[in-house]
Every structure is written in C-alpha cells, then in structure tokens.
C-alpha cells in the first residue's frame, strides 16, 4: 500500500476469521478504482474465499491476479453471476455505473459490496432501494474512511462504552491528494464521478449519521469550487457542507484535492467529536511532524486527557460482521437504512451546493 496514494489504500489487518475456508465465497467485479484492493482484503482477513474475478481490461485482471494469485479469471461478468456458489459481489466501478452492477448482482440472488460512493444521482438510488427490498439482496457500501481505519473504529468503541457522553458535535476534514496523472479520465469528469461531495463527502456525512446515532439529518447549506484544476474543468477540488441531525447534533465537514506534496500520506485525515462529557479528535493517517504511523486518538474527559496509538491494535470488525449478516440476513455490520441514508445526504447537499468559484480555464 503507497501511503502516498489514496486511491490504492488497502490497509491490511491481523486476520479473524469468523467461518471457515470455503464458507463464504466472493468475487470481484469491475476495477476501476483502487479501493477494490482494500474491500477484497478486509473480506479475505475476516475468513472470506475470493474465487474469480472479471473486468473488461485485461491488464486490470492481470493485476488483481498478481495481489490475489489463487483468484481464477472469469471470462464474463454473467460466468460470475451465475455462479450459484458466489455469495457476494464486490466491486468498484465507474461511479456513475455502481447503481447498475449493483442491481444486477440483486437480480441474480446476491449480495452487494460496493465502492463508495454507491450512487452519483438520487434516482440511481431510488430505484436501487426497490431492487433491493424486490429481492432481499444486501447493497452494502465501503465507507473505509470509518470501516477500514483502527482509530474510527476505536472512537465508535469509546462512544458505545459512555466515554464523551452524547455526541452533539462532529467536524470532519478529508483533504486528498490529487495526483492526477495518475488518475483516469472518468475521475474528471462530473457526469461519472458525480462530485466531490457525492464522491469523498459521502465518508462525513456516514461517519455523522453513525457517531451522532443519527437516522436523518438536514443539509443546511453546502458548496462547492475549482480554485486551481485549470486543466479540468469539470473538476471540484474543494467542498464543504453543514448538517443538523433529527437529535439536533450538528455537522460541518470539509473535503478537498488540496494536499501538498511534502505531506508524508495522501492527506492528513482528522475527526473531531465533541460530546457532552468530553471530546475526540483522530488523526487517521498521520500525526504531522510528530509521527509518521496513523490511527491515533485523542481523548479528553472528566478523567483527564489521553493518547491512544491503536494501530495494528484495534481490527477491522465490519468484515466478519458483513460475512455474518450475509449468511444469516442479520444487520449487525451496517443496516441497509444506515447505506443509504448517508448515499441520500452526499446527493442533496451535492445537488444543492452552491458554485463558489471556478478556476479560469487557459487559453
């Protein structure tokens, strides 16, 4: 994994199985972006058996072939649909396309793990929603800025246990780095990546709903620019948006394709919580200037202020209880209102964000 890449980040974790080889068998479908590396391997930790894979890019079959060697290539995406012993699907495609696969995979009796963001428009979603209660198929979403980052997860754990109270406050920043020669030509392009706060918004807006116990919220205001991607146009390389939970806990969030070069990762993660017995901040990836390692969590409460390096501490539980929920059609690891709910506020606060600035494309 390049700490300096964010689109291949797949951290990978100490394995717990929760079933046994050959209990729970998966595939891949689609590869285009990176974090297909990070869902397979979160599965694979938890006991899951990767059995095929199939894009329609050769090279990116190749690829996944040499991270995965026992995964066989499959000569369709159908050869892998049909296939009754296939439990799940994963998959990262184009976003604008996820809604579509997903349906699909529902159609042919399995569940579905995809990429976020799962939609780029509210009527992908809407008829997703009824694809999915039509079949009773599982339309699961990877929203690794929570599921697959130890701190996160330990900050859900303090939170369960009492430790800041009730959480009336969440602020998020998800800066990124662009790196845009590395990037496809769909990434710039609206019509496909639906924008920046559909795209890497939809993260806060998850990370909200979840630390705040929240079920609904309001977007109160958002908006969105292109101060310097001269070069693409169709680009939004800054976003930001405030919300208010149906608790009345409030949310404001920033994400942007501003990360320096000099920056030891591919963007310098960082949640605060403020609850009514205490507050933590994490730093997910890196502890600028002072620690190059990620996952730490700070904690202040009635009990004084604290320190927590929880890498290669903590684990990744959402994917032994994804695997879980799947074979016995529970809701333990994410229920499916919680999915989309947060797909639905990274839509309206994209929809209604206002235009704030547009770099001058050159002549």
Not at 44 to 58: E, I, M
Not at 177 to 183: D, G, K
Not at 208 to 216: A, E, I, R, S, V
Request: proline residues 4%.
């Amino acid at each position: 994994m390049s700490r300096k890449d964010g689109m291949n980040y797949a951290p990978k974790g100490q394995p717990h199985h929760v079933v046994e080889d050959g209990e729970f068998i998966f595939a891949a479908i689609a590869l285009d972006h990176g974090h297909i590396y990070g869902m397979c391997q979160g599965l694979l930790d938890a006991g899951a058996s990767l059995q095929k894979v199939f894009d329609p890019d050769p090279e990116k079959m190749k690829a996944f072939q040499n991270k995965f060697p026992s995964v066989q290539i499959a000569t369709s995406e159908s050869e892998i649909l049909e296939d009754p012993s296939i439990h799940l699907v994963a998959a990262a495609a184009i976003p604008s396309k996820r809604s579509e696969l997903g349906n699909r995979v529902m159609r042919h009796g399995k569940d579905y793990f995809t990429d976020k963001t799962p939609f780029t428009t509210l009527e992908q979603l809407e008829e997703t929603k009824r694809i999915c209660k039509e079949t009773k198929q599982k339309y699961m979403v990877y929203y690794s800025e929570r599921l697959h980052v130890e701190s996160a997860v330990y900050a859900g754990q303090l939170i369960e246990a009492g430790a800041i109270g009730e959480v009336i406050q969440v602020t998020g920043f998800g800066p990124h780095r662009l790196n845009a020669p590395s990037r496809p030509d769909w990434f710039f392009k609206k019509e496909y990546y639906g924008g920046i706060l559909c795209d890497i918004g939809s993260h806060q807006i998850e990370q909200f709903l979840f630390y705040t116990g929240n079920k609904d919220a309001t977007v109160l205001h958002s908006k969105v620019a292109n101060y310097t991607s001269t070069d693409y146009p169709e680009l939004e390389d800054y976003g930001d948006a405030t919300l208010v939970g149906e608790n009345g806990a409030s949310h404001f969030f920033r994400v942007d394709w501003h990360t320096p070069d000099g920056l030891g990762v591919w963007g310098d993660g960082r949640l605060f919580l403020i609850g009514t017995k205490g507050t933590i901040e994490i730093r997910k990836y890196i502890d600028v200037a002072k620690d190059t390692t990620g996952d730490h969590l700070y904690l202040v409460n009635d009990d004084g202020e604290q320190h927590f390096s929880v890498q290669g501490k903590v684990g990744f539980p959402f994917f032994g209880e994804l695997i879980l929920d799947c074979l016995h059609r529970t809701e333990h690891a994410m229920t499916q209102e919680h999915a989309f709910k947060a797909a639905e506020l990274c839509l309206i606060a994209q929809k209604q964000a206002n235009l704030i600035y547009t770099s001058p494309v050159q002549s």
